[in-house]
């Protein structure tokens, strides 16, 4: 069964940085489209941002709100993918879920506010002074 296990979650200074890691049960990372979607207390899921792409191509895509803050990265070695976040605001406060779905070839594209199939069971990060 695919799994999902999301780390690095935690309170941090408005400003600040975290590095969540997300470990995923897969044989290759190629072959999936994997993500990260938020939930802010009483407020809907948000899309934030994805990777995919296989044999050499990489892409990524982000939500606005974190445009030029967040990065998201991968590492086939650890099958393991990351996101960066820097800059901080309160208004990242949230449960961040992994999310994963197959991709239907090499070049596929995913986005932010995709459906998908398999979530972990998310870590909180708060960002308060």
């Known amino acids: 069964q695919f799994q999902l296990a999301e780390s690095g979650g935690g309170l941090v200074q408005p400003g600040g940085s975290l590095r969540l890691s997300c470990a995923a049960s897969?044989?290759?990372?190629?072959?999936?489209?994997i993500g990260w979607i938020r939930q802010a207390p009483g407020k809907e899921h948000e899309g934030v941002s994805c990777?995919?792409?296989?044999?050499?191509?990489?892409?990524?895509n982000y939500a606005d709100s974190v445009v030029g803050r967040f990065t998201i990265s991968r590492d086939h070695t650890k099958n393991t993918v990351y996101l960066q976040m820097n800059s901080l605001e309160p208004e990242d406060t949230a449960i961040y879920y992994c999310?994963?779905?197959?991709?239907?070839?090499?070049?596929?594209?995913?986005?932010?506010?995709?459906?998908?199939?398999?979530w972990g069971r998310g870590t909180q990060v708060t960002v308060s002074s």
């Open positions: 999310v994963a779905t197959s991709a239907s070839h090499s070049g596929y594209v995913c986005y932010p506010d995709d459906d998908y199939d398999y």
């Open positions: 897969a044989s290759n990372l190629d072959h999936w489209a």
């Open positions: 990777i995919s792409g296989g044999g050499g191509t990489t892409n990524t």
